[in-house]
């Protein structure tokens, strides 16, 4: 028995000690050059003959043991400016360019690529990814830890370098990526690094570090280290600057006093602050926000808001510092609140914003901005602070401060605020995690109630991975600045919304079988169960039990199979299709549903994504039918079209409802720089149509031209609503 626990002990250690082996046991010196290097896709600079290389890398997915079958040699160099990289990847030639445009996701990760990321603080915390497809198009992005995940922002945009070049046998990489870019200390002399490689005609990923695949390859834990022979220098120019210009005309046509198209011009002003090679300013003056992407229409059949994703660059850079508190659906701090309320844009006057590495372990984030007061909106201050200081080896103590202060009390209440501390441990080897927290909120009112605790964690095996949620919100823990949709209960009938509180328990579970052969790459079942609780002792609130079972296939391809019963006892009288029909009542509502899921081969140029669902819904039915199309041509084209009908059948007077939402989407990439992006929306839930489209070229880099043409028409007739026309342009000014 003794000699099975201390083997049992053993194995735990070997775990343990696996994990920080990877900075270890891969190992890099990177030596400074002298020599001139020109970003062309050529190998033939006289500097990179005399820099060692890394000669291979390790299968990762979808096995993750021995050397991968194509070849991938990395060389990495540095000068006073710019740490560079070469990368030749050898193939058959045949090779997937999905897109040319840049920071698109799926273009990148679905294509032949290669990706860097780094941590310079060497902390295993956050840092900086870097990526070309076979195509040259670039992403970059954030790192940062959430949880035991992590997770990378590609809205992130800054100023770097690459050229790729296709040969017969290989395609080549040449990145140059500017000092002034990194957050680093320049005592630091080790740094966190890997590189991942895509090879899509075998449908297979490698990385320089060997590690399980359960984790992704970007995983701040598993880098090997970069060695500095001499330390990197404090980055030269402390100070970019990125004015803008702006125009534009718009007309409302729905507003009868409004006769003719109102033009408009603006200006303003970017400005990035190197405080030290860790710690940024970012300021904005006038901020213009006109270039940004339009939101994808969806059709909400929940009781609730949904979520839309932070887009605004200025709130971007190290992000994850004031949002990677609280838990699912519920975020004390959501920066798309700011300059918004009531749906309606409110003019941004000036922001703030400073954030980074103090220390090596210690991150802090202060933010301000400034809103202006328009017709009956008052003008608003928005603070925020967040601190973060790492403790043990990978584990977070995190505490955050949000205030709202209006700036006329008899448009708006006087302030509103929420405080919060949380202790997130994750162990050495990054399997087991667990996040406690507190959270708080305080208005004129001096509301009871108001605190939200609870704690998460999950555990992240090779085959057995697992999580748990278990969190109490109170009625009025009210978050003006954040997302929490679940204790806002609109009653259709008074037209007035209830808070209630809830207490949400949520555990799941993944098991996945890995098959030595055949044309699987992996499957296995998962399920998940939600129940809240009424915090007034009243009982169930809701609960949801999923079942499923996942095909992934080698020729990336996919089905999954799953069920869900719901049990609701609804709390208010609820409106789910439309105000046209007698609301649901209060009433105990017990449903099921089934779907299917299947998407076809990634890598051809025509592909399809399919989704059948039908079942239960409240006291009726709801049929759903879920299709994308998509046609590529390689590499300058992507073209689909995506339909989604719901068909809800309620009895007698709840109504019946067809729920049309249509999206066609076209983005051509005329070069790695110059890109036009069109998408037609219809959305019958929303009575609106949707034209949009926009023209990018980024004449140098960092420094954009944007054309923007929108449209919004009513259903009947097409009757125009709104037409706007904008153009954009910024400079990047490095001083």
Known sequence: MMKVIQLLIALILAVQISAQDTRENFRYSIVKTDKLITIDGADNDEAWSAIADIPYFINHWPSDSGQADALTKVKVTYDEEFMYVLVTCYDNGSRVVQSLRRDDDDGHWNSDNFTLV?????????????????????????????????????NWDNKWYSSVENYEDHWLVEMAIPFKTLRYSPNQSEWGINFIRGDMERNVYSTWT????????????????????????????????IPYVAGGTQRDFEESEQRSYQK???????????????????????????NVDVDQQVTNLSRFSIFFPERRNFFLENGDIFSNFGSWQISPFFSR??????????PILY????????????????????TREIDSISSQNYSVAAFHQQVLDRSVIKAIFINRQAGNTELDSEYARNGGLEFAYLSNNGKFGNTFRFHTATTPEKLDDNHFYGFGGNYNGRSLRSGWTFDVVGKNYITELGFNPRIENYNAVTEETERKGYTRINPWVVYRFFPKSGSLNQHGPRTWHMVWLNRDGSGLNERSHGYAYDFNFKNTSSIRLQAQDREVNLPVPTSLIGDDFTPLPVANYHFATYWI???????????????LQYGKFF???????????????????????????NKVELPG???????????????????????LTSAIQFNSQNENYNFFTRFQWRYRPMSDLFLVYTDNYEMDGLGLKNRQVVFKATYWLNL
């Open 118 to 154: 780094i941590d310079p603080m060497n902390n295993k915390q956050n840092g900086f990814m870097f990526g070309v497809n076979a195509g040259g198009s670039q992403i970059e992005a954030q790192l940062n830890l959430d949880g035991a995940w992590t997770r990378y922002d590609q």
């Open 210 to 241: 060997q590690f399980p695949l359960n984790y992704g390859g970007i995983d701040l834990n598993f880098m090997g280290t970069l060695d500095w022979v001499e330390n990197p220098k404090k980055a030269s120019g402390k100070v970019v600057l």
């Open 264 to 290: 408009a011009s603006d200006v303003g002003m970017d400005a990035k602050v190197a405080i030290t090679g860790s710690l940024n300013l970012d300021l904005t003056v006038n901020p213009d926000f006109s």
């Open 337 to 346: 609140r700011i300059g918004l309320q009531d749906g309606e844009q409110v």
């Open 351 to 370: 922001g703030a914003r400073l954030s980074g590495n103090i220390s090596n372990k210690t991150r802090v984030g202060l933010l301000n901005v400034q």
């Open 597 to 611: 899921n299947y998407n076809t081969d990634r890598r051809k140029r025509f592909g399809m994504d399919f989704q």
């Open 619 to 645: 006291n009726g039915t709801r049929w759903n039918t879920a299709s994308t199309l998509n046609f590529r041509t390689q590499p300058w084209g992507n073209f689909s079209v995506t339909y989604n009908y």
């Open 653 to 675: 007077e709840y109504g019946q409802a067809n729920l049309h939402l249509f999206r066609a989407n076209a983005q051509v990439s005329f070069t790695n720089a110059m890109f």
